[in-house]
């Protein structure tokens, strides 16, 4: 079956780098659009960055462009999510997703088919 294991969440001080890895299995991942979502307490689920199947294309949020970038190893199977510049605004659930073939909205959670369980990011001030 299909999953999605995301790793490298932490604690880390404001002004502070994370970089998060999603593993996938079960799917032609090379064949699949990818996108982090996150989900802070009390909060809806928000888009933060999507890649199309090839890599060519990426997208951000208003809030995190400039200062994360989304990447992805076909190859490994893998998606990043490097974080630069960190807020305490950033503390969250961060989650990977994964939707067949290219989309017309990345930002869109009901796009995706495959979720992962999630990794907790917490930025101190």
């Known amino acids: 079956q299909v999953q999605l294991v995301e790793s490298g969440g932490g604690l880390v001080q404001a002004g502070g780098s994370l970089r998060l890895s999603c593993a996938a299995s079960g799917l032609s991942f090379s064949l699949y659009a990818m996108a982090w979502f996150r989900q802070a307490p009390g909060k809806e689920r928000e888009f933060v960055g999507g890649?199309?199947?090839?890599?060519?294309?990426?997208y951000y949020a208003n809030s995190v462009k400039g200062r994360f970038t989304i990447s992805r190893d076909n190859a490994k199977n893998t998606v990043y999510l490097q974080m630069n510049s960190l807020q305490p605004e950033d503390t969250a659930v961060y989650y990977c997703?994964?939707?067949?073939?290219?989309?017309?909205?990345?930002?869109?959670?009901?796009?995706?088919?495959?979720w992962g369980q999630g990794t907790q990011v917490t930025v101190s001030a």
């Open positions: 997703a994964a939707a067949p073939y290219s989309i017309n909205s990345y930002s869109t959670p009901q796009k995706y088919n495959y």
């Open positions: 890649i199309t199947p090839s890599g060519a294309s990426t």
